[in-house]
């Protein structure tokens, strides 16, 4: 049957209320702040000066109840409700829209009506928007080729076959006379393969090579595996970045044979969550890297693993959205956890 969810309990089920007229639920009325200008056509409209979005007042809901009880139960039924309700923040969820509810402080007024039915009216002073009753998640997977690693462009690894004593594995782009890698809009290079750590165990150095014939060795810390090379500090061992044309690894171990290929990526990985309006996100990481998250043009960081509440916050929807940014290429997994709001 048909009714209203308070703070958990039904108004039939669990007070023997029969709605007996529809809902009124009223709109939020907008804040607009405008000003009259001596010599001005129209208003000057300051009402997004501030927040830069519409703000609202509280928006009023009644509720209009019957119940053909006992005197005895009458005194009861009041009792409950005035305990459970009568100036109480109460979580309101009406069955024709129970995906969302609305938060507000209710209070209660009874009177009797001329067929001797008891009859009471609730009427709560709600927040203006309704929110979802369930939470909004969107996982964001950081790594070399997923959704939120930012790649601004990818080039072809072509494994060599040895020389000599020392294995290698060279990256061609172009020739030394005609050299085709530009490196200079990146902040990092990165080496990706599907390759055994084991492979990556015997590596001497990653050596880079441009047009002129200027070598810069970048080094190579033990137990690392997918290298990422600071593209200033190949420029800052004499290479031109932006007339690379080859890069070779040196070391004991086979060459990469598949797989492989180099990434050129800016100094974070993000990814944009785009949201509707938005009330007290949770962001849960999991990863060894630090991550900030920009919401409302403000950031904030969180350097481990762990669930974070964001700071209370509500979005315009046109263009609403949260930035996670990672600044490192370590594998990384957040979700982010919001309720959804609308007017």
């Known amino acids: 049957m048909y009714g209203v969810t ?10 023997g209320l029969y709605l007996s007229s529809r809902p009124i639920i009223g709109n939020p009325e907008p804040r607009l702040y405008q000003l009259e200008i001596p010599g001005r056509d129209g208003l000057l409209d300051l009402t997004k000066s501030v927040t830069g979005t519409v703000t609202y007042s509280n928006r009023t809901l009644e509720f209009e109840f019957a119940s053909m009880k006992t005197i005895t139960e009458q005194v009861a039924l ?17 069955d024709e829209d129970s995906n969302y509810y609305y938060s507000g402080r209710a209070s209660v007024e009874w009177y009797e009506s001329a067929d001797w039915k008891t009859k009471c009216r609730v009427t709560v002073d709600a927040e203006p928007y309704k929110r979802k009753t369930s939470l909004t998640e969107v996982t964001v997977t950081f790594d070399a080729d997923g959704p939120g690693q930012r790649l601004d462009s990818e080039f072809p690894l072509n494994p060599t076959s040895t020389e000599s004593t020392q294995r290698i594995s060279g990256m061609y782009f172009g020739s030394k006379a005609v050299p085709t890698l530009d490196a200079t809009g990146f902040d990092y290079l990165k080496l990706y393969c599907n390759a055994a750590s084991a492979q990556w165990s015997g590596i001497r150095g990653i050596y880079f090579y441009d047009g002129t014939g200027a070598v810069y060795v970048a080094p190579f810390p033990s137990g690392t595996t997918n290298p990422m090379i600071d593209v200033a500090d190949i420029a800052n061992g004499g290479v031109d970045v932006s007339k690379i044309w080859k890069i070779s690894i040196y070391g004991h171990e086979a060459p990469f044979q598949g797989g492989t290929k180099c990434l050129g990526s800016s100094a974070d990985a993000s990814f944009n969550v785009p949201v509707p309006l938005t009330i007290s996100p949770t962001l849960r990481v999991v990863c060894t890297t630090p991550i900030r998250v920009y919401v409302c043009d403000q950031f904030h ?36 956890s919001f309720e959804e709001a609308f007017i």
């Not at 308070?6 to 007070?15: A, C, E, I, M, Q």
């Not at 009041?78 to 009406?94: F, Q």
Request: proline residues 5%; without cysteine; negative net charge.
């Open 78 to 94: 009041r009792n409950a409700l005035n305990n459970d309700l009568h100036g109480k923040e109460v979580k309101v969820i009406l």
């Open 301 to 336: 960081d969180y350097s481990a693993s762990g669930e974070y509440e964001l700071p209370e916050m509500r979005i315009d929807p046109a263009g609403a959205v949260i930035v996670l940014q990672s600044p490192d290429w370590a594998d990384a997994e957040i979700t982010l």
């Open 6 to 15: 308070f703070n958990g309990k039904h108004s039939l089920r669990d007070y």
